[in-house]
């Protein structure tokens, strides 16, 4: 690898950043549903950098495809999102 060619590192920082970010958050006291949230929404940020990021700017998150890693991270960002909304939900008095 030339010195002048530049990988970056594409997604990472999105992705990586949300979950640091959620993860800070619940430590500081925020309830842990939006914590969840937050960590979810850095997965989704991270799947829409990988689908935006050319294959030579990917870096260390182009293990697969870029449909594949696209899909796959937006997956778990979608259900940490949902999973987080839904321990909201009261479903009984106890």
């Known amino acids: 690898?030339?010195?002048?060619?530049?990988?970056?590192?594409?997604?990472?920082?999105?992705?990586?950043?949300?979950?640091?970010?959620?993860?800070?958050?619940?430590?500081?006291?925020?309830?842990?549903?939006?914590?969840?949230?937050?960590?979810?929404?850095?997965?989704?940020?991270?799947?829409?950098?990988?689908?935006?990021?050319?294959?030579r700017r990917a870096g260390a998150l182009a293990v697969r495809s870029r449909r594949m890693d696209a899909l796959t991270l937006a997956a778990f960002g979608a259900a940490l999102v949902i999973g987080s909304l839904l321990m909201l939900l009261r479903l009984h008095d106890s």
């Open 1 to 55: 690898m030339r010195t002048s060619e530049s990988t970056g590192l594409g997604a990472v920082p999105a992705g990586g950043g949300g979950c640091g970010a959620g993860l800070c958050a619940i430590g500081l006291g925020v309830p842990v549903p939006a914590g969840g949230a937050i960590m979810g929404c850095g997965f989704l940020a991270g799947s829409l950098a990988r689908m935006t990021v050319s294959e």
